[in-house]
C-alpha cells in the first residue's frame, strides 16, 4: 500500500515488478516488439502534448518541454530501448500469465 505524507514527498513504496527473467520472448514477436514500442512510444508523447508539453531542446519540467516530443523513427537508439524495453517486459508478463500470442492469419 502507498502511504505518502501530504507535507513530505517520502513514500515507503517499494515497487515489486513481476520477475519476467526465466521467460524466452519468442522470434515471432520480434516485430510485435517494435510495433509495440513505437505505440509505446505515440502514447507517452499524446499525453504529454495534452498536458501542454512541447519540444524543446532539454527537458524543463518548468517550461514543459522535451526533446522526445517527436516521431518515434526520430528518436535516438538509446530511447527506442527504453520503450523497447517496457515492451518486451510487457510481452514477457503477458507469456509468463499463461496467455498465447499468435497473429491471425
Request: with cysteine; aromatic share 8%; hydrophobic share 30%.
Amino acid at each position: 500500500m502507498l502511504m505518502t505524507d501530504k507535507t513530505t514527498k517520502t513514500t515507503d513504496y517499494i515497487p515489486s515488478p513481476a520477475d519476467v527473467s526465466d521467460v524466452a520472448l519468442p522470434d515471432e514477436l520480434r516485430p510485435l516488439l517494435e510495433q509495440l514500442a513505437r505505440n509505446v512510444h505515440e502514447v507517452w508523447a499524446e499525453s504529454r502534448l495534452r498536458q501542454g508539453w512541447t519540444y524543446g531542446a532539454y527537458r524543463s519540467d518548468e517550461l514543459k518541454t522535451h526533446p522526445c516530443l517527436v516521431p518515434y523513427d526520430r528518436l535516438s537508439e538509446e530511447e527506442k530501448d527504453y520503450d523497447r524495453d517496457t515492451s518486451v517486459n510487457t510481452l514477457k508478463f503477458i507469456l509468463k500469465q499463461g496467455f498465447r500470442i499468435e497473429k491471425e492469419k
